[in-house]
């Protein structure tokens, strides 16, 4: 459940920002990082040439544990659309492996449920389009030296948004900027289900709304 809502949150925290937002294929639907452990499954030249200058001095985990964290090749696993053989990606073998998770984790799946990681997707670009604050406001950060908390808010002469995200694994307590009454605003995204007022729960986002 908390890989579900810290994808999420992810994607609340960028969503929002000023510029054009970038979605690698296979982020909207929460697709995992590949750690194979054959250092050989990598194509990638470089993470190859890596595991050569590593092998003699490290161990086969401390190597593989190293290439997982370092190779370009962790995110490049083909798209994965469905549970079919090669995760719908194609009719025979691709040039890379499928990751495992594909039966769980893809696209068809998650079509199906409301409360999936690419349905939230949909629902936030769908506000990022809609809401003028988010093409024109203004930027402004706060507690920028929280260990946990990423806060900011965008605002325009007839709107301001106030962007909460918490990327702790247990429960955090609110801040809220000053200048911010969170009684006049609407509360247009959360992460979670479940709702407690002062209390962010673990990896929870949420995204308020001032209108005049």
């Known amino acids: 459940e ?26 909207e639907i929460g697709m995992t990082n590949f750690r194979p452990e054959d250092p050989f499954c ?57 990751n495992d998770n594909y039966k769980t984790i893809n696209v068809e799946q998650q079509k199906k449920d409301s409360y999936s990681i690419l349905s939230f997707y949909k629902e936030m670009i769908h506000l990022r389009k809609s809401l003028q604050v988010v093409k024109e406001g203004n930027y402004k950060e706060y507690f920028p030296y929280h260990k946990y908390l990423y806060v900011y808010s965008r605002q325009t002469t007839n709107q301001k948004i106030l962007v909460i995200c918490s990327f702790k694994s247990q429960t955090q307590k609110m801040k809220i900027p000053t200048g911010f009454d969170l009684t006049k605003a609407k509360l247009i995204v959360r992460t979670h289900q479940e709702y407690l007022p002062d209390v962010l729960l673990p990896y929870e986002s949420r995204v308020y709304l001032w209108e005049k």
Not at 7 to 23: C, D, W
């Open 42 to 98: 990598y194509e990638d030249v470089h993470t190859i040439n890596q595991y050569e200058r590593m092998k003699d001095k490290k161990s086969l985990d401390q190597c593989l544990k190293r290439l997982w964290r370092s190779s370009r090749d962790s995110a490049r696993t083909p798209m994965q659309w469905d549970d079919s053989m090669y995760a719908g990606f194609s009719d025979v073998k691709p040039w890379f492996c499928v």
């Open 2 to 27: 908390l890989y579900r809502e810290s994808a999420k949150t992810l994607a609340v925290s960028y969503l929002f920002l000023k510029g054009t937002p970038f979605i690698y294929q296979g982020q």
